[in-house]
């Protein structure tokens, strides 16, 4: 029996009702406990299942229950014997209260119940240690129904690429689905998979190929739903089922069904703003702040602002807006944009130090129709300082970039520097002095010059240059480092900030599109196999290259070699395998009684032919090993009684294992604990697999007293057993005068 601690909280306070002028006759105040519900985890349990049961109780009298601490609160009588329960900790349970037998007890073990439909008894205070106004309504029968183990599929998700369909886009769905059950799901081969319910009729779908889904198995597919044109704009119910056809029975036939929103929209263009720039970045008081906003159109038809009306809009923090007018260009499909120039933002001396939130808007008035009109804004924060006491300039440099951005050693790579006066004061360089320099990875440097003009506060200015000549570099990764004012030609606030370390990334020559096949994992059912077993193996298979893989249909997709010779395997059925993409497949391997005990190496193999072109012909196989091991006998004593009044007692002990057991003389049983003594038992025992065979343990001469028989086969493990932790057996005696 396991018992369970339970901790209840008091309420914190009462609710008492007053009816003037009524008079009832002052009762006695007393407790009534009942159990309102219990609950099992999980809800729709098979055999397979560990089976949790909470309870849910309530205190309907009128007055405070006290069930003694240490004492049963609740109790759950089990269909098979034995119950669990909850113990109290012994607070008062106040009138109306309502409380639960904390994180509920194991009502079933795995394996321990027939499939069926149970009666479980659930009662409060089951030892009548508080007293109640009833103590009659303590019980609640409830049913709890055990199914056999199944597959149970789900369609866990449903997604849309592209994610933001337009009218003009052709629509794919994936559809992610799932074995929630606890045995392996079968489709028939040919059969579908699953399908998606089309808006305007039809439907798109995935074939089955047959093999088994094994438990708790996540697995995908993907076709077409909608072509371009075919909807008119709006929202769409899609209804995706897995098992349309309910051609493989599971536990729950009622969850195979996922509805998802598809929303379709009309082509037109959407105005967003991606970014706002604060020049200086870190203003003071003292400072007069620009603002550039960087747009883009990410619809798919061109926009068009009136030329003339406003394009973009910040509105000021203390009132009024700045903002750019368009010029009644049109701005192509996926087009980043600037406010040109920028704008006063903020003029010297009109802000107190603080931080702003900045809205900012393009099209702000609305000119443009666009197929969003709910993502125009963009808010940013503007934070203020205090000025700061001295005007000096600081040089840093912000970004360094390069050209290609994803270079390989055929390429010849520019590095573009981006570099800011983030100071208070104009920063001159003398003319013909380096402006900034870059290192190159293999020695020597390169440069810019400078013209010699002031930069003043909160500018960013931009330099470049050849960095890498083609082949001069292996692929690797190198740390550039990039500095303004290389030789501190201009004296500066902080002159410890003018270096920037950036990673270079040279890669080898983009290769072409391949597939490469490996097998990720092989298992066995059962996973510890005996010689009277039949085991199948489930193989794991992925496409870890960057191409589809395809192998000819009717090929062998996979094989695996017997431990006895010969092979099993199954046919591709011709379907592209998309990159990234893992399936499975499943078939017997060994018949029962084909291997005697030991273990083996399985080289699992796919593509075994090599039918498809693969980036690394040489890791599409793995070697697992599979272990058979032999039948073994399982003793265990299976009675234990008392013989009469005296001290005696029978003892029977059954084979429940598999195999013989074949005993050495004078090596049976052994009693001990109070009452030791030994049966050394026939010259030999042969137990066959489910016999039993019954001893007597016998103590002459003892005083009246209760003794303890503690029996025990196989004591000195000399057989070997499937379980050699089930051979004891206690019984306590009581014998009330000596007895021969």
């Avoid at 604060?278 to 906003?293: E, G, H, K, Q």
């Avoid at 701005?331 to 809205?359: A, C, D, H, K, S």
């Avoid at 040089?395 to 390429?411: C, G, K, M, S």
């Avoid at 500018?459 to 240059?465: A, L, Q, R, S, Y």
């Amino acid at each position: 029996m396991i018992h369970l601690r339970l901790r209840f909280l008091p309420l914190a306070a009462f609710l008492l009702v007053l009816i003037p002028g009524i008079a009832q006759p002052q009762q006695a105040a007393a407790p009534d406990l009942v159990v309102m519900r219990a609950i099992f985890s999980p809800p729709n349990p098979t055999t397979a299942d560990h089976i949790m049961i909470s309870v849910e109780m309530r205190n309907q009298g009128n007055g405070a229950a006290t069930i003694p601490s240490g004492s049963f609160q609740w109790m759950a009588y089990k269909s098979v014997g034995g119950s669990v329960g909850g113990v109290s900790n012994g607070a008062p349970l106040p009138p109306g209260l309502t409380f639960m037998g904390m994180a509920g007890n194991t009502l079933v073990e795995p394996g321990t119940l027939p499939p069926g439909t149970y009666q479980i008894r659930v009662k409060v205070d089951p030892d009548n240690r508080c007293v109640e106004s009833n103590e009659n309504n303590n019980e609640l029968m409830v049913s709890l129904t055990i199914a056999p183990p199944r597959p149970d599929l789900v369609v866990t998700r449903a997604t849309f690429s592209p994610p933001h369909p337009t009218t003009a886009d052709r629509v794919i769905i994936n559809v992610e689905m799932r074995n929630l059950g606890n045995s392996a799901a079968t489709i028939p081969n040919g059969s579908f998979q699953w399908m998606a319910y089309k808006p305007v009729g039809g439907s798109a779908g995935g074939v089955s190929n047959g093999a088994p889904i094994p438990s708790g198995v996540t697995f995908m597919g993907g076709n077409t739903l909608v072509e371009p044109g075919t909807l008119q704009p709006g929202t769409y119910q899609i209804r995706v089922k897995v098992d349309p056809d309910n051609r493989c029975v599971e536990s729950n036939e009622n969850n195979n069904e996922l509805v998802v929103s598809l929303t379709i929209a009309p082509p037109g263009p959407d105005l967003v703003v991606t970014r706002a720039i604060l020049s200086p970045p870190n203003p003071t008081t003292a400072d007069r702040v620009m603002i550039n906003v960087e747009m883009r159109n990410q619809g798919n038809v061109a926009a068009t602002i009136p030329n003339a009306s406003y394009q973009w809009m910040a509105y000021k923090p203390v009132g009024g807006s700045a903002g750019g007018v368009s010029n009644g260009v049109p701005i192509g499909p996926g087009i980043t944009f600037m406010g040109m120039g920028g704008n006063p933002l903020v003029e010297p001396g009109t802000l107190q130090p603080g931080t702003y939130q900045i809205r900012v808007k393009v099209d702000p008035d609305n000119r443009c129709v666009e197929s969003n009109e709910n993502n125009n804004e963009l808010m940013v924060s503007l934070t203020i300082a205090p000025p700061p006491q001295a005007m000096a300039p600081d040089l840093v440099v912000t970004r360094a970039t390069f050209t290609p951005p994803n270079p390989t050693t055929a390429d010849r790579v520019t590095i573009n520097v981006e570099m800011r006066n983030q100071g208070n004061g104009a920063a001159t360089i003398p003319s013909g002095s380096f402006q900034w320099m870059a290192y190159k990875p293999v020695g020597g440097n390169i440069g810019g010059f400078s013209p010699g003009a002031p930069i003043p506060s909160g500018i960013t200015f931009m330099g470049g240059n050849t960095l890498v000549e083609p082949g001069t570099l292996p692929p690797g990764t190198y740390q550039i480092r990039v500095k303004v004012d290389p030789d501190n030609r201009c004296a500066e606030s902080n002159e410890n900030n003018n270096e920037l370390v950036v990673s270079l990334t040279i890669a080898q020559p983009q290769q072409a599109m391949t597939p490469d096949l490996v097998v990720t994992r092989a298992t066995f059912t059962p996973p510890n196999p005996t010689t009277a077993d039949r085991v199948m193996i489930n193989v794991e298979m992925r496409n870890q290259g960057n191409g589809a893989a395809t192998i000819p249909s009717g090929a062998p997709q996979w094989t695996a070699d017997r431990p006895v010779g010969g092979g099993v395997g199954g046919s591709s059925n011709g379907a592209p395998i998309a990159p990234g993409i893992i399936f499975t497949a499943g078939i017997a391997l060994v018949e029962p009684g084909s291997l005697q005990p030991g273990t083996y190496p399985i080289r699992v193999k796919v593509d075994p032919d090599n039918r498809c072109a693969e980036s690394n012909e040489n890791n599409n196989e793995v070697v697992v090993s599979l272990t058979i091991t032999p039948l073994l006998p399982d003793l265990v004593i299976s009675e234990m009684a008392r013989m009469g009044e005296s001290a005696n007692v029978k003892v029977t002990v059954m084979n429940q294992g598999l195999g013989t057991a074949n005993f050495p003389a004078n090596s049976l049983i052994v009693g001990g604990g109070d009452l030791s003594t030994q049966y050394a038992g026939n010259q030999g025992e042969i137990f066959g697999p489910g016999v039993s065979k019954t001893y007597m343990l016998t103590k002459m001469n003892l005083q009246a007293g209760t003794f303890t028989w503690k029996t025990t086969v196989d004591p000195d493990r000399k057989l070997m057993e499937t379980d050699e932790n089930n051979n004891e057996k206690t019984i306590t005696v009581t014998v009330k005068k000596d007895k021969d």
